[in-house]
C-alpha cells in the first residue's frame, strides 16, 4: 500500500491538519460541554447551513464508528488497513463518503481561513470527483486514527489549553467542597424542565434545539438543552419559565412539548452529575476483553480515553505471522474462524523473516518507540491496541498467576508490574476489610502508610496509622489500601484455590504471600487480599464423606493405605506397600471403607506393637526413622514422623522390620496412672497383656495352649475361644470357635471352611452338645491345640462343688458357665477348660464317676423340656449329659449326639407309640424341636433327646450324614454292609462307606 | 531464650508410694511429667533445677490417690519472634531447610536464604553460594533469625531466616 505511506508521511509531516481531520470525529464535539459546543459554533461563525450537516454527519459516522469498532475487533486485525475489508462494507460506506467529504472540506475551509494552509484541500478536491480516489481519502483520516491516535491527543490538548480560559474553568477538578456547595443551584437560578422527545432521537433534538438558538439568537430564551445517553425518551431544557420551554420546542418535531416537566431543585445535580462507572478505568488496571481475537484475554490499560469512550490495551498478541504475512502481500487469506492462534509475544525478527514489513516509529506523545507491523502496535513484544470502552470488561476481574506471570515475562524488570497488581484490588469485593486488619496503602499521598482497620464503611476505611503525628485515624478509600502481612504471620487463606490452608507467611512480595503449610510444609503463593491472620492450624480440606486425612482406607482393588492429603475431589493415599512409597491419587467412591480396627503385630523381636506405640525402623529405604505407630494393617505399620516431609509425614513399613522404642501404650498404663515408672517396669512386652492378643489360635506366642487361653480370660468375654455351634440363620449347624465377641454379635471362625463368620450371640450354643464326637472333630488333627481329654481328673467334678447342677441348679441355669468361672475363686487354679468341658457327653462317657451326679439333675429337666433352657447356652450341664444315655441305645457307642434338622426320627413318648417326626430344628440343649408326621405336616413338638431315635434308613433311601468330617452332607444310600452303609454323597458323587449308626433317613421336603 | 521460672503443678500419686520416699517419689514423679513439655505460655521446659515446697496432699475420692500442689524451679525456652538462635541443620530440601536448635524445630525458607545461595540437589543435598565459599547441609551449624512461631499443643515450630547480616554457616562439621 505505497498510497498510505506516503499518506502517513503527510500526517507526521502536518499533525495539525490530520488533527482538524479529527476532529469531525465522532464524540469528541458531543462529549465535550453543550456550551463549548454552541461556543464553537459561534466562533467559526460559518455559514448556518453547513456545521448542521456536519452534525448530522456526525450521528451518522459514529454509529458507522461503533460497527466498525466491533467489526475490527472481531477482525482481529485491530485496525489492520484495508486490505481485510469485505466489500459490503466499502459500499455501505461510499454514500456516506459524500457526507464526510463535505464535512472534510467544510473543515478545511475552516482550517484555511485560520490557518491557511491548504494541501489538503488541494488533495481532496482532486479526489472528490473521483469516486475511488474518494474511498481513499476517506479511508485515511480513519486509519491513522488507531495508529496515531497520539496526534489526536496532542491536538486534543492544545484545544483543551485554548479553550482552559473560557467559561468552564469554573468546573476545575480541583475544587474544593465549597465551592462546589456554591454552585448547587437555587431559587433564583434558571429551572430544569423535562421534555419528552423521540425515541433515539434525544440528541438529535438537543441539537436541533442548538441549531436553532443560532438561528434565532437570544430570540430563544431557554439557556441549554442537554440530552443523557441513559435516559431515553427525554431530554432537558433549562430555562427561566415553562413559556420559554414550549416556545423553544415550537416547529421541532422531535420534541413532544405538550408536556413540561420541572425538576425539582434538589434533583438538578442529580441530572448533570456524571456517573461513576466509566472513571473506574484507570491507567494499569487489569481488564478482559470481551469479543474477538482476544476474547476473555487479560489485557491491562495503558491509556484511557474518557472523551472518546476508548481505551488503549496491552495484551499478547494472538498472531498467526504466517497468516499475517501473505495478507499483507495481498493473498487471498483463508479464514478459518475455529482457528484461535495461540498467545504468544511478538518476535520482531521473526516477522522480519517472513518479510513483514516492520515500522519502529515514535510515538510523539510518550516518546516510546513502537513497532508497527501491518497497522498494529507493538512494543517489547505485546500489542497495544485501541478498543472501545463497551468491548473491555472491567468489572471483576481476577488475573490468575499464570497470567500475570506471562504478562510480566518479557518486562524482566518485575517490579514495576508486580506493583501494578494493586490495581487487582481496584473490583475486588466488598466488605473485606475487617477492624484490625493491618493494611498498607498503596496509592495516592499516602503510600506505603502502614496501619490498621478502625472502621470500614461503604468505601471508605478508617485506618489507624503506624506513623505517629497523623491524626487518630484516617479515612481511605478501600482501593488504595491493601492487607499487610509480615513474614512470620500465621495466616488463613480465605478465598482462592488454596482456600482454608493455614501456614506462615514467609515472603511477602508486595501483594503476593509466600506462605508455609503447616501440613503440607510447602509453600503457597496467595494474594495478600485472600488472607487473615489466624492462629488456627489447619490444611484446609480435611475431609470428604466420611474419610478423613489421615485415615487407613481400604481401596477398591483390596489395597489399602493412609489418606495424605485431601484435594478438592480426590484423596491422596500412601498406599500399604512397604518397600517404596507409593502414592495414589483416588476419587471417594474408590475407596471400599475406613479401616478402623485396633489390633496389634509383633515387632522384629516378637515384641507387641499396637497404634500409638514408638517405633524405629531398622530396615529398608526408611532406615532410622522414628515415631508412632498412626495405623497397623495386615502387617504393615504406618508411623508418623514428624521429620518426615513427603506424605505427610508417614511412613509404610513392614512390621518385623521395626523395633519398638520404649515401652507399649497399648496397656493402658500411661495414661492416667500415676506411678507408670512401675508401669513400664511391669510390662516387659514380651509376656503376653492382653486377653484379645491370643484369642487367636495361631498365636505363636501361645504356647500354653488351652491354660494360657483360660488364664487370659480373666477381664474378657469368656466366649471367646470356646467352641460353639451356630443354630441359627445361614450357618446353622456348623461349629467353630468364637474369636471375638462384639456387643451381641459373635465372630466365629468355622472349622469346615477356614473362614471367621458373624453371628448373632443368641444363635450360638456353646455347649456343643449336639456336636459330633469330639475325637471326630478335624480340630484334633490340627494339632494346635492339646487335646483336652488328657488333662481331666476324674475327681475334677467335685473339686469344684459349685459347678455341680444338682447343688445348684438355679444358678447354674441362670449363668453362663464362663461367667462361672470368672467368678469362681477355684478356676484359676484348676484347668478350667476341662472343668467347662465336663459339659461335653463325650467327655463324661469317660469319666464315670461323674455319673453320681447327674441323675438328680433329671429331677428339673423333665417339667419344662425345652422350654427355659434355650436361653442359657452352655449352662444346662444336666441336659447335656443325657445324650449319652440315648446314644447308649445304639449300643454304648458313645457316639454322641447327632440329631440335626431335616431327618426323620422315631419318637417315642411315654405310652403312646412310636411316631415318625422330622426334625425341625436342635435346640442348644440338646432337645429337638420335631414336626410330627413323615411329611413334615403335623404338630410341631419339643422333644428330648432321650425320647426319640434316628430312623434308620434303608437302601436306595436319602439320607443325611450326622457325623464325621461329612456331617451335614446328604446322600443316598445305595448297600448295606453289615453294621456299614455305601452312601454316595450328593455333593461329591464320592461313595462312602459309612457306619450306618452315623446316617438317618433325609426327611423329603 | 531461656528463663528461670516457678511454675506450680498438682502431682497425683499413688497410695503405694506414700512412706519415707515420699518426697522423692514425688519429684521423680514430677521429672518424668514435666522435663520435655512444651506449653505456647512458657514454651519447653527444659530441667527441673529446685522445688520449692511441696503442698499439702489432698485425697481424692474414691480414687485414693493423693495430689500434692508442688511449686518448682525450672529451666525453660522459648523461641521468640526476632531472636538469633544457633541451630543445627537437620535437613535440606529444595524449599529450604529444617534446623534444631533443642527442641525447637525452625524452618528456613529458600525466600529467606541469601539469593546467591542456591540448592545442590543430590545426595548431600545443599545451598551454596556460587563460589562455593559457604555450604549449607545436613550437620552445619547455623545462626538464624526467627521470624515467626506457632505453637501447638506439644511442640512449638518456627521459621528463621539467615537472610540478614551476620547470619548464616557459623560451623560446618562437615567441612573440618
Known amino acids: ?1005 | 531464650m531461656f528463663f528461670h521460672i516457678v511454675l506450680e503443678r498438682n502431682m497425683q500419686l499413688h497410695p503405694r508410694h506414700f512412706g519415707r520416699n515420699l518426697r522423692d517419689n514425688i519429684v521423680a514423679k514430677l521429672m518424668k511429667d514435666v522435663e520435655g513439655t512444651c506449653s505456647g505460655r512458657h514454651g519447653f521446659v527444659v530441667a527441673i533445677t529446685g522445688i520449692e515446697n511441696i503442698g499439702k496432699g489432698l485425697i481424692r475420692d474414691g480414687t485414693g490417690f493423693v495430689s500434692f500442689p508442688v511449686k518448682y524451679q525450672c529451666v525453660v525456652f522459648r523461641p521468640f519472634k526476632g531472636e538469633i538462635l544457633e541451630a543445627v541443620v537437620t535437613m535440606v530440601n529444595k524449599m529450604g531447610f529444617f534446623a534444631e536448635a533443642g527442641p525447637v524445630q525452625i524452618f528456613v525458607s529458600n525466600h529467606l536464604i541469601p539469593d546467591d545461595m542456591e540448592f545442590q540437589s543430590g545426595d548431600m543435598p545443599n545451598y551454596t553460594t556460587s563460589d562455593g565459599s559457604v555450604k549449607i547441609q545436613k550437620d552445619s551449624e547455623v545462626r538464624l533469625k526467627i521470624i515467626g512461631t506457632r505453637v501447638d499443643a506439644t511442640e512449638i515450630f518456627c521459621i528463621g531466616t539467615i537472610k540478614d547480616d551476620f547470619l548464616g554457616v557459623i560451623n560446618d562439621p562437615a567441612a573440618a
Open chain 1, 1 to 1005: 500500500m505505497p498510497r498510505r505511506g506516503g499518506d502517513e508521511d503527510d500526517d507526521d509531516l502536518e499533525p495539525e491538519e490530520e488533527g482538524y481531520f479529527e476532529e469531525d470525529e465522532p464524540g469528541q464535539l458531543y462529549d465535550e460541554d453543550e456550551e463549548e459546543e454552541e461556543e464553537e459554533v459561534d466562533r467559526r461563525g460559518s455559514s448556518r447551513k453547513r456545521p448542521r450537516s456536519a452534525f448530522i454527519d456526525d450521528v451518522a459516522e459514529e454509529d458507522d464508528e461503533e460497527y466498525e469498532d466491533s467489526d475490527e475487533d472481531y477482525g482481529g486485525g485491530g485496525g489492520g488497513g484495508g486490505g481485510g475489508r469485505d466489500k459490503r462494507k466499502k459500499t455501505r460506506k461510499s454514500g456516506q463518503e459524500f457526507f464526510e467529504l463535505e464535512a472534510q472540506v467544510d473543515s478545511d475551509e475552516e482550517e484555511e481561513e485560520e490557518e491557511g494552509e491548504d494541501d489538503f484541500i488541494d488533495n481532496g478536491g482532486a479526489d472528490l470527483p473521483d469516486d475511488d480516489g474518494g474511498r481513499r481519502i476517506h479511508r485515511r483520516p480513519l486509519l491513522p486514527r488507531e495508529d496515531e491516535q497520539e496526534d489526536v491527543e496532542a491536538l486534543e490538548r492544545r484545544i483543551q489549553a485554548r479553550y482552559a480560559r473560557s467559561s468552564h474553568a469554573e468546573y476545575d477538578e480541583e475544587t474544593t467542597d465549597v465551592d462546589q456547595q456554591a454552585l448547587l443551584p437555587s431559587v433564583r437560578d434558571p429551572k430544569l424542565w423535562m421534555v419528552k422527545c423521540a425515541i433515539g432521537r434525544e440528541r438529535e433534538a438537543v441539537v436541533c434545539l442548538m441549531q436553532k438558538s443560532i438561528d434565532k439568537g437570544s430570540e430563544l430564551q431557554i439557556r441549554s438543552a442537554v440530552a443523557l445517553d441513559h435516559l431515553k425518551n427525554y431530554i432537558y431544557i433549562e430555562a427561566d419559565k415553562e413559556a420559554h420551554v414550549k416556545e423553544a420546542c415550537k416547529g421541532l418535531r422531535n420534541i413532544f412539548s405538550q408536556k413540561v416537566m420541572l425538576v425539582p431543585i434538589r434533583e438538578m445535580t442529580d441530572v448533570l452529575s456524571v456517573e461513576s462507572k466509566s472513571i473506574d478505568l484507570s491507567r494499569d488496571t487489569w481488564v478482559r476483553m470481551k469479543i474477538g481475537t482476544y476474547k476473555g484475554d487479560l489485557a491491562k490499560v495503558v491509556d484511557v480515553d474518557n472523551v472518546r469512550q476508548r481505551v488503549t490495551v496491552k495484551l499478547i498478541p494472538r498472531i498467526d505471522l504466517q497468516a499475517l504475512a501473505s495478507k499483507l502481500e495481498g493473498r487471498e487469506v483463508v479464514k478459518k474462524k475455529a482457528f484461535v492462534p495461540p498467545p504468544r509475544f511478538m518476535n520482531i525478527d521473526e516477522a522480519r523473516e517472513l518479510h513483514i514489513r516492520v515500522e519502529r516509529r515514535r510515538d510523539p506523545m510518550t516518546g516510546d518507540y513502537f513497532e508497527n507491523i501491518g497497522g498494529m502496535m507493538f512494543k517489547d513484544g505485546f500489542l497495544y491496541k485501541t478498543v472501545s470502552m463497551k468491548s473491555i470488561s472491567s468489572q471483576n476481574i481476577k488475573p490468575t498467576f499464570d497470567e500475570l506471570e506471562k504478562f510480566r515475562k518479557p518486562g524482566e524488570n518485575g517490579e514495576s508490574d508486580m506493583a501494578s497488581l494493586s490495581t487487582l484490588f481496584a473490583n475486588r469485593k466488598k466488605g473485606h476489610f475487617v477492624k484490625g486488619d493491618a493494611v498498607i496503602v498503596i496509592k495516592g499521598d499516602l503510600k506505603n502508610l502502614k496501619g490498621w482497620v478502625e472502621k470500614v464503611e461503604e468505601e471508605n476505611v478508617h485506618i489507624r496509622p503506624e506513623m505517629k503525628g497523623l491524626p487518630k485515624t484516617l479515612a481511605v478509600n478501600e482501593k488504595e489500601l491493601c492487607k499487610y502481612f509480615e513474614p512470620g504471620n500465621h495466616v488463613k487463606v480465605v478465598s482462592g484455590t488454596q482456600e482454608g490452608a493455614t501456614g506462615m507467611v514467609v515472603k511477602v512480595e508486595q501483594h503476593v504471600l509466600i506462605i508455609l503449610s503447616d501440613t503440607t510444609k510447602e509453600h503457597i503463593r496467595v494474594f495478600a487480599d485472600d488472607v487473615v491472620e489466624s492462629s488456627e492450624v489447619t490444611s484446609g480440606v480435611t475431609r470428604i464423606g466420611d474419610y478423613e486425612l489421615h485415615d487407613l482406607v481400604l481401596l477398591d482393588n483390596m489395597s489399602f493405605g493412609v489418606i495424605i492429603r485431601v484435594e478438592s475431589e480426590a484423596f491422596q493415599v500412601l498406599k500399604g506397600v512397604p518397600d517404596r512409597p507409593e502414592v495414589a491419587l483416588v476419587k471417594l467412591r474408590e475407596i471400599k471403607c475406613k479401616i478402623d480396627k485396633k489390633n496389634s503385630v509383633q515387632d522384629r523381636y516378637k515384641n507387641t506393637v499396637a497404634a500409638k506405640d514408638v517405633v524405629r525402623i531398622i530396615e529398608g529405604p526408611c532406615k532410622g526413622k522414628q515415631g508412632p505407630v498412626e495405623h497397623i494393617h495386615r502387617g504393615i505399620l504406618f508411623i508418623y514422623d514428624r521429620h518426615h516431609l513427603e506424605h505427610a509425614g508417614f511412613i509404610c513399613a513392614k512390621a518385623h522390620c521395626c523395633v519398638i522404642v520404649g515401652g507399649s501404650r497399648g496397656n493402658g498404663d500411661r495414661n492416667g496412672d500415676s506411678y507408670s515408672r512401675f508401669a513400664n517396669l511391669r510390662t516387659p512386652p514380651r509376656i503376653p497383656q492382653s486377653p484379645k492378643r491370643f484369642s487367636r489360635g495361631g498365636h505363636p506366642m501361645d504356647s500354653g495352649g488351652r491354660h494360657s487361653h483360660r488364664g487370659g480370660r480373666g477381664g474378657h468375654d469368656g466366649l471367646v475361644g470356646t467352641t460353639v455351634k451356630v443354630r441359627q440363620g445361614p450357618f446353622k449347624g456348623y461349629r467353630g470357635r468364637v474369636v471375638e465377641v462384639k456387643g451381641s454379635l459373635v465372630r466365629v471362625e468355622l472349622e469346615s471352611q477356614m473362614k471367621v463368620v458373624t453371628v448373632d450371640r443368641n444363635f450360638i450354643s456353646d455347649n456343643v452338645v449336639v456336636s459330633t464326637p469330639y475325637r471326630d472333630a478335624p480340630r484334633y488333627g490340627s494339632g494346635s491345640e492339646t487335646p483336652m481329654h488328657p488333662s481331666r481328673t476324674p475327681l475334677h467334678p467335685y473339686m469344684t462343688p459349685m459347678r455341680d447342677p444338682g447343688a445348684t441348679p438355679i444358678h447354674d441355669g441362670m449363668r453362663t458357665p464362663m461367667r462361672d468361672r470368672a467368678w469362681n475363686p477355684y478356676t484359676p487354679m484348676s484347668p478350667p477348660r476341662d472343668n467347662w468341658e465336663d459339659g461335653n457327653p463325650g467327655s463324661w462317657g469317660t469319666s464315670p464317676q461323674y455319673q453320681p451326679g447327674s441323675p438328680p439333675s433329671r429331677a428339673y429337666e423333665a417339667p419344662t423340656p425345652g422350654s427355659g433352657w434355650a436361653s442359657t447356652p452352655g449352662g444346662n450341664y444336666s441336659e447335656a449329659g443325657t445324650p449319652r444315655d440315648s446314644s447308649s441305645a445304639y449300643g454304648g457307642d458313645n457316639e454322641g449326639p447327632y440329631f440335626m434338622p431335616d431327618i426323620l426320627v422315631n419318637v417315642r413318648r411315654s405310652g403312646e407309640d412310636s411316631v415318625v417326626g422330622n426334625v425341625r430344628e436342635v435346640l442348644p440343649d440338646g432337645s429337638c424341636r420335631i414336626v410330627l408326621g413323615s411329611s413334615g405336616n403335623g404338630e410341631t413338638i419339643t422333644v428330648l433327646p432321650n425320647e426319640m431315635d434316628v430312623v434308620v434308613p434303608r437302601k436306595n433311601d436319602k439320607i443325611k450324614i450326622m457325623a464325621g468330617v461329612l456331617r451335614g452332607a446328604t446322600g443316598k444310600l445305595i448297600g448295606v454292609d453289615g453294621s456299614d452303609g455305601i452312601v454316595k454323597v450328593d455333593d461329591t458323587l464320592d461313595v462312602k462307606i459309612l457306619d450306618l449308626v452315623l446316617l438317618a433317613k433325609l426327611a423329603q421336603p
